[in-house]
Every structure is written in structure tokens, then in C-alpha cells.
């Protein structure tokens, strides 16, 4: 059986965390990213090679940095040929009104949210093309769907990502490459940390399945995304609890 290559980007916590382990139990050898949270990565890192058979590289990087990611693939390239799959799950939260928003704060949702996964998989494709084979999967938002009061930016940025989805899935159908997003819904991880006891317990209220979802659940789809037949390309698919 021939070793299949990943690339999980923010794979340090929450969605790509889960993805990472999920892909390294079906024993892919995993390139694990992240930008600054280091200590976490190792933990995935050692969790992974705990596994039997389990096989990781840590590929540090700010992947909204085209020159860092160009970087990272020269790395990846001394272990492999090329990436089998690449999920784009790198990105940072903003929560605020948008007058309010810096000019900062907005280049660096850009870079973070859909600027990273251009740079990806601008990289991932040149190998993808030659091998005429290939499964990119983008996680995004329901907000990018419906967009949201209050994350007009990252709504902005997701309902970019699910653009980006649906022009490359077009683009690369006759290399035999399939490219899909994941709509998520509440997913219960650090980045909605941040909300207190009373508006998690508020948020769930509003959600028909009454619950956050598990980062484990968002992996199992993943998965099976990634399995999926090749036909199945250009797709934006929810896993919302029913919110939209």
C-alpha cells in the first residue's frame, strides 16, 4: 500500500487537531501546521507517533506568507513528491462592529482566513497536476453562507474561501482533482471560547440539534469527503446542526 501525504493546516487545536489525528489513524503521514502555537503542535505530534504506525512531520509557518509557505513545501518535497490531500484550516475569529474593525485587524483576517489557503494551494496543485490526482478540502463557515451581524469581515473572507472552492473545483476537474469546503456551524473549540456560560447556553438554544458539534464530528466528514467519488467537486457542505 502506497503512503498517503496530508497537510493540515492550524492543526495545533479545534477542527485541524481532530483532522490530523483522524487522517493519522487511517495512516496517513501528516504534515502538521501551525504559526505560533508550538507546544500544542508537539502534543498533536507526540499523540500521532504514539499511534501504531503513526507518522507526522511538524512544518512550522504563517501560511498567510507566500514565502513561508513556498518554505514549507520545499520541506514537505524532501519527504514526499507531493501532497495526496491538503485541508485549509487555518483562521482567526473577529468578532466586532465593522466601522470599528482596523485596517490591521482586516489584513490580518484576509491573510489568516483565505489568503492561506490560495497560497496552499497554489503550492499543492503544481504536484496534483502532474500526478493527476488529488483531494483539497477547505474548511469555512456558515457565515459564509448567510453571512452574520457583527463578523461582517469574517463573513466576508469565508463566503471568499467558498468562491475560491467552487472556481478551483471547475479549473481542476480535468486533472482528476476534487475540490469541496465544509460549511461549519458552532463547533465547540477555542475560538468560541471566548463567549461566556450564559451566551454559549443562548447560542445552543438557537441551534435545532440544541448542541455545539464536537471537532471530532467535523473530522469524521472530513474524511468522508475526502473519500468521496472524484465527481463530487465544487461543493460547499454544511454541518451546521440544522442553524441554516
Not at 483565505?114 to 497536476?129: G, I, N
Not at 475560491?164 to 479549473?171: I, N, Q, R, S, V
Not at 469546503?181 to 473549540?189: H, M, Q
Request: proline fraction near 3%.
Amino acid at each position: 500500500m502506497n503512503q498517503k501525504y496530508i497537510l493540515v493546516t492550524g492543526a495545533s487545536r479545534g477542527i485541524g487537531r481532530s483532522i490530523a489525528l483522524k487522517f493519522a489513524r487511517e495512516g496517513y503521514h501528516v504534515f502538521l501546521n501551525c504559526r505560533t502555537s508550538l507546544n500544542e503542535l508537539e502534543e498533536v505530534q507526540n499523540k500521532i507517533l504514539s499511534m501504531p504506525g503513526g507518522s507526522c512531520t511538524i512544518t512550522t509557518g504563517d501560511v498567510g506568507d507566500p514565502d513561508q509557505v513556498r518554505r514549507m513545501f520545499q520541506e514537505i518535497h524532501k519527504i514526499c513528491p507531493g501532497l495526496d490531500v491538503l485541508v485549509n484550516n487555518a483562521g482567526i475569529s473577529h468578532i466586532g462592529l465593522l466601522i470599528d474593525m482596523t485596517d490591521n485587524e482586516w489584513d490580518r483576517l484576509l491573510a489568516s482566513n483565505l489568503s492561506s489557503a490560495f497560497y496552499c494551494s497554489r503550492e499543492a496543485l503544481k504536484d496534483m497536476v502532474s500526478a493527476k490526482s488529488g483531494r483539497i478540502l477547505n474548511i469555512s463557515s456558515m457565515w459564509g453562507t448567510v453571512g452574520a451581524s457583527c463578523e461582517a469581515a469574517y463573513s466576508a473572507v469565508k463566503s471568499g474561501m467558498n468562491g475560491l472552492t467552487k472556481a478551483l473545483a471547475k479549473e481542476y476537474a480535468p486533472s482528476h482533482i476534487a475540490v469541496n469546503a465544509l460549511a461549519c456551524g458552532v463547533i465547540d473549540t477555542e475560538m468560541n471560547h471566548q463567549l461566556s456560560a450564559e451566551e454559549r447556553a443562548a447560542l445552543a438554544e438557537d441551534i435545532p440539534a440544541g448542541r455545539f458539534a464536537d471537532p471530532d464530528e467535523v473530522a469524521d466528514l472530513a474524511w468522508q469527503i475526502i473519500n468521496s467519488p472524484e465527481y463530487m467537486t465544487g461543493q460547499v457542505i454544511g454541518i451546521d446542526g440544522g442553524y441554516i
